[in-house]
T-cell receptor
Framework: GAVVSQHPSRVICKSGTSVKIECRSLDFQATTMFWYRQFPKQSLMLMATSNEGSKATYEQGVEKDKFLINHASLTLSTLTVTSAHPEDSSFYIC?????????????????FGPGTRLTVL | GQNIDQPTEMTATEGAIVQINCTYQTSGFNGLFWYQQHAGEAPTFLSYNVLDGLEEKGRFSSFLSRSKGYSYLLLKELQMKDSASYLCARGGGYQKVTFGIGTKLQVIP
């Protein structure tokens, strides 16, 4: 199956700093990447959808100036949490969908990264 | 999750069968997913149904009724490692997927 990596897996930062999280599809070209946030005992909430080379589409209530998303290539998307505050502490998960390097179209299936646990002090 | 309903918790015995139900909003429907999520980890894909009926994949099976907005995940021969949250998720337009809150399954000896 497809492999998606995230880095870092865990980060602790001071309030007011910015944190960048990387999401990489290791063995396939991800035409679309998704960023989710999950608070304890809650469902995954979609934050934004990004397509390679275009601006991300943010869900209602998600501040695009605070959560900067860049999808510069078919294998890399980054989420930057700017001026992080304690309420931004959460489990951030990316997922990727698209075809394999061989061109097969998986389409509907999303492959999730292992997640990044962010703690803002 | 938005308009996705599933029980929050279930308990079942090792070796038994358990069925986790899910109902969802039918408008804009584009497939029904089931994911497994262990505590502190990202979800892993279990199944995807877009047509009515039952799809079997080893010990796990998933059923869909589009007219009723209903799906279930069936787990057979339960093992202790099956203790996890099971997320029902509805596909919509533009590949968007909306997740339910998940059903926390505890398998007991």
């Amino acid at each position: 199956g497809a492999v998606v990596s995230q880095h870092p897996s865990r980060v602790i930062c001071k309030s007011g700093t910015s944190v960048k999280i990387e999401c990489r599809s290791l063995d396939f070209q991800a035409t679309t990447m998704f960023w989710y946030r999950q608070f304890p005992k809650q469902s995954l909430m979609l934050m934004a959808t990004s397509n390679e080379g275009s601006k991300a589409t943010y869900e209602q209530g998600v501040e695009k100036d605070k959560f900067l998303i860049n999808h510069a290539s078919l294998t890399l998307s980054t989420l930057t949490v700017t001026s992080a505050h304690p309420e931004d502490s959460s489990f951030y998960i990316c997922s990727a969908s698209g075809g394999s390097l061989a061109g097969d179209y998986w389409g509907h299936e999303q492959f999730f990264g292992p997640g990044t646990r962010l703690t803002v002090l | 999750g938005q308009n996705i309903d599933q029980p929050t918790e279930m308990t079942a015995t090792e070796g038994a069968i358990v069925q986790i139900n899910c109902t969802y909003q039918t408008s804009g429907f584009n497939g029904l997913f089931w994911y497994q999520q262990h505590a502190g980890e990202a979800p892993t894909f279990l199944s995807y149904n877009v047509l009515d009926g039952l799809e079997e994949k080893g010990r796990f099976s998933s059923f869909l009724s589009r007219s009723k907005g209903y799906s279930y995940l069936l787990l057979k021969e339960l093992q202790m490692k099956d203790s996890a949250s099971y997320l029902c998720a509805r596909g919509g337009g533009y590949q968007k997927v909306t997740f339910g809150i998940g059903t926390k399954l505890q398998v007991i000896p």
